[in-house]
């Protein structure tokens, strides 16, 4: 399954903030049900975008020697966004130490503010990592590395 | 700074940290039975204390959860032992452990995370900084 929720960074300054944009195209799946007539973007897909492109920027910060694990949200919801909409979203760093960060996200169209909210996650270490688990990296690899060249590029 | 400045500043990172009411974020109100904290607060807690406050705060200063772990000594059928009083002591000296000594049970250590520790730890931190 594809997992990625951001469709290109168009802007990334390492260590500060970055903005990244997400197209809102009917032929994705969640929109048949979501609803039937009226296709709105589910709000938590919306949410996995701000996470994707804050946990990069949080990733980056630490060269992705760190797994980075979303922990805490705490989001509104301003307005609906429909299929055929662009939304931009940005993450702005305000914490980051050993043990986490905390990230300022927003999501436009357009002018117009979608979704605001602020995410916190852990570095998850090697020893954290439950029973069973082999691979001491396991954030930063598969689809997310193609959006991490993205990244490169917008750099 | 004042206590009651401390306080203020204290409550005001509760209220946006755990969403809770002004009102709910008294002296005594003990974080995880009281004000809902789940252990992942813990961290969240510590960056915005950090802000309001300007002082880097060492996460198992103020939330030693580490303390228990690696030390069968310091925990003997679910209550803490002397050796265990002792570290914990050491460890977070601005806790008052009064009441907690008389019935040291393991799964009251949580209790100990108040409104108040925090103020206490805080008062701490400040007047190291001056």
Redesign the interface.
């Known amino acids: 399954m594809r997992w990625t929720w951001i469709d290109r960074f168009t802007r990334f300054e390492s260590g500060k903030s970055a903005t990244a944009v997400k197209n809102l195209s009917l032929a994705e799946d969640h929109f048949a049900d979501h609803f039937p007539g009226f296709p709105v973007m589910p709000a938590p897909l919306i949410l996995e975008g701000l996470a994707q492109t804050g946990g990069i920027l949080v990733g980056e910060a630490n060269k992705f020697e760190k797994n980075v694990v979303l ?2 949200i ?1 989001a509104k919801c301003v307005r609906d966004a429909l299929a055929g909409e662009q939304l931009t979203y940005t993450a702005t760093l ?2 980051l ?1 050993d ?2 960060a ?1 990230v300022a996200a927003t999501a436009h169209s357009g002018p117009d503010l979608v979704v605001e909210a602020e995410i ?1 996650f ?1 570095h998850v270490t090697p020893a954290q990592l439950p029973p069973g688990v082999p691979d001491a990296k396991f954030v930063f690899t598969g689809e997310l590395t193609h959006l991490l060249r993205a990244a490169e590029a917008a750099k | 700074m004042s206590s009651d400045d401390i306080f203020a500043k204290v409550r005001t990172t509760l209220v946006d940290a755990l ?1 809770v009411d002004d009102d709910q974020v008294t002296p005594t109100a003990r974080l995880k039975a009281d004000l809902g904290a789940e252990s ?2 813990f ?2 807690i ?2 915005r204390l ?2 309001q406050f300007g002082v880097p705060i060492p ?1 198992e200063e103020l939330f030693p959860e580490a303390i228990f772990q690696g030390d069968a000594s310091f925990v003997a059928n679910g209550v803490v032992t002397a050796k265990g009083l002792e570290a914990l002591e050491k460890q977070m000296p601005f806790a008052n452990l009064t009441e907690f000594k008389k019935n040291p049970r393991l799964d009251k250590v949580e209790d100990l995370f108040t409104v108040d520790l925090i103020c206490s730890y805080l008062a701490m931190k400040v007047a190291a900084k001056g």
């Open positions: 922990a805490k705490t305000l914490d130490n043990t986490g905390r916190m852990a | 969403s992942i607060d961290l969240d510590v960056f950090e802000k996460r």
